[in-house]
């Protein structure tokens, strides 16, 4: 059977896949935002997954007010690089797992969770930067990616309860397939930021610390956090916090098995319009 042997979580911003594409990282602004994923790429080499399931939002790329799925799991062969305005990143395209994700869309969507299922989309900085950020610059991606791109963008966003069960019925998919995959899942999103209005700017390093911890130790507390919540304390933008409830819903203790072990957490300030926060946590069944 497939297994979720880790989670990972970790911010997106944008200015990063700029930053690592025109090879800006050892200047001294990107220097101490790169360095926070030198152990977690050594860590990736060491526990070489066979396939991510990378939660991810789009942000106006892929989807539009046109259309607005909650939750589109990518069930499709593969995603090309989208263009957001500065070219398409010169970054692989993105190669998907067909089969499992069909097994993942058949699982998830019998557990009562209605998924729009994609079979071909543009992939943004949302899935490509946190990519790079693990797997450095490879000609083609380690292994294949099964994308759920979450609707954070446009309200009624799903709650933070909906993600984390939404996990759970995620890793009772995965593990009810029948091929021994390492399967990894990714939260991606955050931290606190707002990039819009009057409060544009806002940066709340005590809530993006809070969080970490709070993911860590009691995530289904966390869950129970209200929208309103992020928005008054992480900024408009922080609302993409409650993708990481979806990977973090899906580790063994949140349904009854052992707490997972944090073999990374990092965080720094500022990066862009916000803060960088990154956890590893690892299965330990
Ligand atoms: C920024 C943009 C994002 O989409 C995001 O998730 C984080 C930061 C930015 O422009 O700084
Ligand atoms: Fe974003």
């Known amino acids: ?12 911003v944008p200015l990063i896949g700029v ?10 602004y ?25 939660v991810y939002n789009d942000h ?13 799991l990518g069930t499709g062969e593969k995603y090309t690089i989208a263009d957001e305005g500065w070219g398409p990143r010169p970054v692989p395209d993105v190669v998907g797992h067909p089969e499992l994700a069909a097994h993942i869309a058949q699982s998830v969507i019998q557990s009562d969770f209605d998924l729009t299922l994609v079979n071909q989309m543009d992939v943004d900085h949302g899935l490509s930067v946190p990519l790079s950020l693990m797997f450095g610059q490879p000609k083609t991606w380690p292994c294949p990616v099964i ?27 995965i593990e009810s397939y029948d091929e021994p995959l390492n399967v990894q899942i990714w939260g991606t999103g955050g931290m606190s930021h707002q990039l819009q209005g009057q409060r544009a700017g806002l940066i709340n390093s005590q809530f993006d610390h809070d969080f970490l911890e709070r993911l860590i130790v009691s995530p289904d507390e966390l869950a129970a956090m209200p929208h309103i919540e992020y928005i008054r304390e992480a900024g408009s933008e922080g609302i993409e916090l409650v993708m990481w409830l979806i990977a973090r819903g899906a580790m063994s203790d949140a349904t009854g098995g052992p707490k997972p072990t944090v073999k ?22």
């Not at 059977?1 to 990972?8: E, G, Y």
């Not at 990374?264 to 069944?285: C, D, K, M, Q, W």
Request: with cysteine; aromatic share 12%.
């Open 264 to 285: 990374h957490r990092f965080y720094h300030v500022p990066a862009s319009n916000t803060a960088v926060g990154h956890l590893i946590l690892e299965n330990n069944e």
């Open 147 to 173: 994308p759920l791109a979450v609707n954070v963008l446009q309200y009624p966003v799903p709650s933070g309860q909906r993600c984390y069960q939404l996990g759970q019925a995620i890793k009772k998919a």
């Open 30 to 54: 990107w220097r101490p935002i790169f360095s926070g994923y030198e152990h977690s790429k050594e860590w990736m080499a060491n526990n070489p997954p066979d396939v991510v399931f990378l």
């Open 60 to 72: 106006a790329t892929a989807f539009s007010l046109e259309l607005i799925p909650t939750f589109a």
């Open 1 to 12: 059977m497939a297994r979720i042997t880790a989670s990972v979580y970790t911010s997106h």
């Open 19 to 28: 930053a690592i594409d025109q090879g800006k990282t050892e200047e001294p």
